[in-house]
Structures are given as C-alpha cells and as structure tokens.
C-alpha cells in the first residue's frame, strides 16, 4: 500500500528556518514533490523533483528560500525552507507521481496521484 508521511512542521517566527521530511513507502516514484494550502485559498505547487534526474521544479514565491532534495536510500523527501514569511503559513503536503510527466506541469497538482496527510506550517511576524 503505498504511504507518504510528512513532518517537522511547527511554529516558527518571521525569517526563520524549517526542513520538512516526506517518508515515503510503497511507491515507485518518478516525481516527488511539495504543496501548500491556506485556509480560503488554493493549492499552490511549492517544489518538485525529478527522482531520476534531480532536476528540480520551484514556484516563484520561493525560488532562492527553499530547497527540495531526494535521500533515494532512506525513501525520503526533504524541503528545507529558510527565510519564512508569514504568507508561507499554510498546510504543506507531499505529493508523487508513478509516471513519467511527458510535458505535463511538474508543479501542476493534478499530475500527482498520491498524496500525504500534511504538516502544519504557521509563521508569526
């Protein structure tokens, strides 16, 4: 059965850090990647990956803060996201993909089929 489990998720202040990891079983992967959802608005690609390549997929609202990596021996995900603005707020979820994209979005959220249960994210200014 095929399984994505999210954590380090928490409070932390303004310009502060956090890593998030997705363990993953289950599942053969060919991408893998980060969503968020605040109340009210809509889920919104953060960072994705490409677990063959590495090739590396960011929105623009957190280009140059936050950083997606793969651990193919331990099956798990990382995003660690430095800087943190209040509007990062929001429930973050793992997401993967078990085909290739073949030019599909790779930050598009329907393109990803398995979905983790989510971590709380909440930035304080």
């Known amino acids: 059965q095929v399984q994505l489990v999210e954590s380090g998720g928490g409070p932390v202040q303004a310009g502060g850090s956090l890593r998030l990891s997705c363990a993953a079983s289950?599942?053969?992967?060919?991408?893998m990647g980060w969503f968020r959802q605040a109340p009210g608005k809509e889920r919104e690609g953060v960072a994705t990956?490409?677990?063959?390549?590495?090739?590396?997929y960011y929105s623009n609202s957190v280009k140059d803060r936050f950083t997606v990596s793969l651990d193919n021996a331990k099956h798990t995900l990382y995003l660690q996201m430095n800087g943190l603005k209040p509007e990062d707020s929001a429930v973050y979820y793992c997401?993967?993909?078990?085909?290739?994209?073949?030019?599909?979005?790779?930050?598009?959220?329907?393109?990803?089929?398995?979905w983790g249960q989510g971590t709380q994210v909440t930035v304080s200014s």
């Open positions: 997401a993967a993909r078990s085909t290739p994209l073949w030019g599909r979005d790779p930050l598009g959220g329907t393109a990803y089929g398995y």
């Open positions: 289950g599942l053969a992967s060919y991408y």
């Open positions: 990956i490409d677990t063959r390549s590495g090739s590396t």
